[in-house]
């Protein structure tokens, strides 16, 4: 713990307007379950705004084909919630992700807002949901999509609040993550993918992997190779387009062969749960 | 900044800079050492402690989120006139105690699932244990679904081997006049989980913190 830590104030705002007045000042940040800003050497000078406990981002609702998450709903209460099919890869990514006491206090805004955190589970769930998040600042609110968050960050004073997902009936969705060990390290590669169904032909599809490359992200020639027949036909050319995509990163947890190798399998599992329900 | 919380029942004021771990505290300012400071990044478990009724990383918690909340240690498991708690006697009956590094956060683990679901299946009880991945105390025990024996993917010779002349008594933890022994408590967690090369200036000087305070070891140990 570097002394600059120890001296960073933790402001407390009671509602969102207040936090949004609070980042306004210069050289603040954003405080949800700390899992991240803990292990982080830097410190903003301004001092964290602490949004976590705030009840307007902890709201999960459903309704007319729209799923809204808010941005300080924890992996744990994720986890917990019987989301609708076109969002169940949400679900089964936060329920996957580390362990009960890092889910008790993780967020869905930080997971997204821990951008040089390339294993970050809920990312590549929410990719390829499609999902929108939604930012504000004193001047307002915009919506933009998850990976280009990811790629471009908060702007000084923004707020993520919540992130809506399309829940279109006849979407399904499924996400698997692969660890060295099994168990609660972070994934070598993670694989989301939901597809819209006519009968049991896909006819359009989202194809995301986490933790292979620095950012998790839309594989669209796997997610191509999936449309037109039924996830059990088109499933080795989506692994096979999904291997040849990808652009793997070295780390000491996996060799980027590795990762290469092990990414269409694990599609493939993705794809046999989506087909039979059963999760592997 | 000045701070109040509930620790095992008991209303406490604290004044600590804001993003004092929780873990620090309750080890420095309240004197409840029975969460140890293990990896400090959230991944051995031996932290593990109860807010609101929900299991915690105390290495990776603010203090300034704790302010009004309610804490719960392995200290508060049991009166410290009163018995050991079923789960404390279920372990020690076991021989899931050894040297205790991990013992505090496995307890606190199981404590959150058995007061949510008093009869958890194999599958919930893994899941409990998922976060407390140094864990020799388990060795390799089967898990035996409705019973509080766990399985453990560590066997006694990953251990690395450290002086075992310390003997430090675990105030819940003991029974009768005994107490139980320690191997010199999260040195050997440390080192045992063959966690990263500590590279960081506070994992060296947490190190040494540590050792300074283990009775019988001369010197920390030099790490990679």
């Known amino acids: 713990m570097t002394e600059r830590m120890i001296e960073t104030p933790v402001h407390r705002p009671t509602s969102t307007a207040e936090a949004l007045a609070l980042l306004s000042a210069p050289g603040t940040e954003v405080l949800a379950g700390a899992t991240w800003a803990m292990r982080d050497d830097g410190a903003p000078p301004g001092g964290y705004v602490a949004i976590a ?34 969002a169940a890869a949400l679900a089964q990514a936060a ?85 060295i060990r099994g168990g609660a390290e972070y994934a070598v590669v993670s694989v989301a993918v939901s597809v819209d169904l006519e009968g049991s032909t896909v006819t359009s599809a989202r194809v ?38 990808l652009s793997p ?17 694990l599609l493939g599992r993705v794809l046999s749960q989506l087909r039979t329900g059963a999760n592997h | 900044m000045d701070l109040s919380l509930t620790v095992n029942g008991r209303i406490v004021e604290v004044t600590a800079p804001a993003m004092t771990p929780l873990l620090e505290v309750l080890r420095e300012s309240l004197s409840l050492r029975g969460a140890k400071p293990g990896c400090n990044e959230g991944r051995c478990g031996a932290c593990t402690v109860l807010i609101d009724g929900e299991p915690i990383v105390s290495c990776l918690y603010p203090i300034a989120l704790a302010d009004g909340g309610a804490v719960r240690t392995v200290e508060g498991l049991a ?11 279920a372990l020690l009956e076991h021989a899931g105690v050894q040297c ?9 683990s199981l404590t959150a699932l ?28 089967p898990v035996f679904p409705g019973q509080q024996r ?64 283990t009775a019988g070891v001369a010197s920390a140990p030099r790490r990679a």
């Open chain 1, 95 to 179: 329920a996957a992700s580390a362990f009960t006491a890092i889910r008790t206090v993780a967020t869905v805004g930080g997971n997204v807002a821990a951008r040089s955190f390339a294993e970050a589970d809920l990312v590549p769930a929410l990719i390829a949901l499609d999902a929108i998040a939604t930012v504000a600042s004193g001047d307002g609110e915009h919506r933009l999509p998850v990976a280009r968050l990811r790629e471009h960050g908060c702007a000084p004073g923004e707020l993520i609040t919540h992130f809506t997902i399309p829940t279109p009936a006849g979407r399904r969705s499924a996400f698997q993550r692969l660890t």
């Open chain 1, 208 to 245: 995301a992997i986490g933790a292979a490359e620095a950012q998790p992200r839309l594989c669209a020639r796997a997610a191509e190779a999936l449309v037109g027949g039924t996830l059990g036909e088109r499933a080795p050319a989506a692994a096979a387009a999904l291997v040849a995509e």
């Open chain 1, 53 to 86: 406990s705030l009840d307007e981002l902890q709201r999960i609702t459903h309704s007319d084909g729209e799923l809204t998450v808010g941005s300080a709903v924890t992996h744990a209460s994720l986890a917990r919630t019987d989301l609708p099919a076109a």
């Open chain 2, 114 to 141: 058995f007061d949510r679901d008093p009869a958890p299946d194999e599958a919930q009880i893994r899941d409990a244990l998922a976060g407390n991945p140094f864990r020799p105390a388990l060795q390799s025990r």
């Open chain 2, 100 to 108: 205790g590094a991990c013992t505090p956060g496995i307890l606190m």
């Open chain 2, 79 to 89: 009166a410290p006139d009163g018995p050991i708690a079923p789960l404390q006697d």
């Open chain 1, 249 to 265: 990163r070295t780390d000491h947890a996996a060799p980027g062969w590795y990762r290469r190798e092990v990414s269409g399998h």
């Open chain 2, 150 to 213: 766990m399985g453990c993917p560590f066997r006694f010779r990953d251990l690395v081997a450290v002086p075992a002349t310390a003997v430090t008594s675990f105030g819940p933890l003991r029974r009768g006049a005994g107490t139980v022994r320690c191997c010199g408590g999260s040195l050997v967690a440390t080192r045992a989980m063959g966690v990263a090369a500590a590279t960081s200036r506070e994992r060296r000087s947490s190190t040494r913190r540590i050792a300074r305070r």
